[in-house]
């Protein structure tokens, strides 16, 4: 059988027929929404964590994602970044498929989380904690670190990791912790710490899952003001937080969960007055 087009064909309008699965996916994500979320059902045993719950994030925005307990946040987060696959729906991020792909790839895609509980590893000083989260080392391949020629290379990358690892902990004023084990750091160091790990992938959009639990307000207003200052360099954040203050004030759009969908999305004054969300979640003195 002959591969020839039909007679009469414009051959470029069969190669725009002729898209990867990956490119139609592409081409159907807006601009400016990088992360759609789309009727992702999460189950466990008898229990339906999310139901069918669809939302995107537009880009370099602060986003907030709230709702009471059990609503379906931690899931959602969890089914975005790897840890669980949904049982239905669709994740994509700039078009491409998360569903079905290992946290680190995801991570490796530029789309990365923080913890409600920070997970640093304790018996590391902070300095190492950070040295670790750069992807892609070169010390990483035991031939490139013990041949001397590829040595080389290695030794290179490493200063200029260690000169990147200091600027951002300067950033996030830590420096000054940098010999500490993470293991006696207060909760809203590690918090910082975090955050500041985070940004040594090189990442595009950072989930946050209750960033502010645990920290004193003079560390919580350093926190959001390094988060505005990100944003302004163009990174992308989703945030879940309970306290309202904090999102009514900082998130230019808020998704509000309830019983695993989507109850309501908008701004500050939107979800302020929604009286569905009033009643679920908020209550009257919001």
Not at 17 to 30: C, G, V, W
Not at 101 to 108: F, H, T
Not at 128 to 150: C, D, F, H, I, Y
């Amino acid at each position: 059988m002959s591969d020839a087009a039909p007679e009469g064909t414009d051959p470029e309008e069969l190669a725009a027929t002729d898209d990867s699965p990956a490119e139609k996916a592409a081409q159907e994500t807006p601009p400016g929404l990088p992360l759609r979320v789309e009727g992702v059902v999460k189950r466990f045993g008898g229990i339906t964590a999310l139901d069918g719950a669809s939302f995107s994030v537009e880009e370099g925005s602060i986003t907030g994602l709230i709702g009471p307990n059990g609503a379906g946040k931690s899931t959602m987060f969890n089914c975005i970044t790897g840890v669980h696959e949904p049982d239905a729906g669709t994740i994509r991020f700039h078009g491409e498929e998360l569903v079905g792909k290992e946290p680190y790839q995801i991570a490796q895609m530029g789309l990365v989380r923080t913890f409600q509980i920070a997970r640093e590893l304790e018996e590391m000083t902070v300095l190492e904690n950070m040295m670790l989260a750069p992807k892609n080392q070169l010390g990483e391949s035991v031939w490139r670190s013990v041949t001397p020629g590829a040595r080389q290379g290695v030794v290179q990358q490493e200063e200029e990791l260690r000169e990147a690892v200091w600027e951002t902990l300067e950033f996030f004023e830590i420096d000054h912790l940098a010999e500490e084990y993470a293991g006696t750091l207060s909760g809203g160091q590690r918090k910082l710490l975090e955050m500041a790990r985070a940004l040594m992938t090189d990442p595009e959009m950072v989930l946050l899952d209750e960033p502010l639990a645990g920290v004193n307000p003079t560390l919580e207003d350093k926190l959001l003001e390094r988060i505005h200052e990100l944003r302004e360099q163009g990174y992308t954040f989703l945030l879940v937080e309970h306290d309202m203050e904090v999102i009514m004030n900082n998130c230019e759009h808020i998704i509000v969960m309830h019983q695993g969908n989507v109850l309501a999305e908008g701004d500050a004054d939107a979800i302020r007055n929604n009286d569905q969300v009033i009643e679920a979640y908020l209550g009257e003195d919001i």
